[in-house]
């Protein structure tokens, strides 16, 4: 079993509609989840940074951690044709230094 | 544009050859994290430099190598190149040791022949 698993999809949805993304994880070590955008051939851009059980929202995002069930979501709200893109979750146990663990990614396309 | 620079862009080279790869941080940023992607392993951490040592290993091999320099730039070496080495290899900063907000670079994808 790998520590962070996410379908890799794709998952096709038309403009406008609300996105859910979600990965799920083994180690309840890990304490911070970060969410992660990245166009084809470019590097991953830093979407969302939580930390333990909760919600953040950052305009059209939120980020959601269930540190119970070992399940974060991040969602897309109004989504738009620039929003396609791979979706990667990220998460990091706390205190010591560390890389982060990622999922394989979601390819996203949101349909004009 | 995330602030972390990476060269080259692309780099193509043969079997049992040897690479370095460069990594500038975003300003003000101490830490230097290196990461490679690849289709079937996805994104997997390598290794950690911070303030010029190293501080935390991941899924590194022996053949591969890393540091980081006083004006805090990093390279990561790549020797006895496989073919299985190909990839994308990114670079991440953060401001501190702990790292819980890492930004990466537009990458160096490696062709190995």
């Known amino acids: 079993q790998k520590e962070v698993e996410q379908d890799p999809g794709p998952l096709s949805v038309p403009e406008g509609a609300i996105v859910s993304l979600n990965c799920t994880y083994s180690?309840?070590?890990?304490?911070?989840f970060m969410w992660y955008r990245q166009y084809s051939r470019k590097g991953p851009e830093l979407l969302m940074y939580?930390?333990?059980?909760g919600n953040k929202e950052d305009g059209r995002f939120t980020a959601q951690v269930d540190k119970s069930s070992k399940y974060i979501s991040l969602f897309i709200r109004d989504s738009q044709p620039s929003d396609s893109a791979t979706y990667l979750c990220?998460?990091?146990?706390?205190?010591?230094?560390?890389?982060?663990?990622f999922g394989k990614g979601t390819h996203l396309i949101i349909q004009p | 544009d995330s602030g972390v620079t990476q060269t080259p862009k692309h780099l193509i080279t043969a079997t049992g050859q040897r690479v370095t790869l460069r990594c500038s941080p975003r300003?003000?940023?101490?830490?230097v994290y290196w990461y490679q992607q690849s289709l079937d392993q996805g994104l997997q951490f390598l290794i950690q430099?911070?303030?010029?040592?190293?501080?935390a290993k991941g899924n590194i091999l022996e053949r591969f190598s890393a540091q980081q320099f006083p004006d805090l730039h990093s390279e990561l070496n790549l020797s006895s190149l496989e073919l299985g080495d190909s990839a994308l290899y990114f670079c991440?900063?953060?401001?501190?040791?702990?790292?819980?907000?890492?930004?990466f670079g537009p990458g160096t994808r490696l062709t190995v022949t």
């Open positions: 300003s003000g940023d101490l830490s």
């Open positions: 430099y911070y303030n010029g040592e190293e501080r």
């Open positions: 991440a900063s953060s401001a501190r040791g702990v790292g819980n907000e890492q930004y």
């Open positions: 180690n309840s070590a890990f304490q911070y």
């Open positions: 990220a998460m990091k146990t706390g205190g010591g230094a560390d890389g982060l663990t």
């Open positions: 939580t930390y333990s059980s």
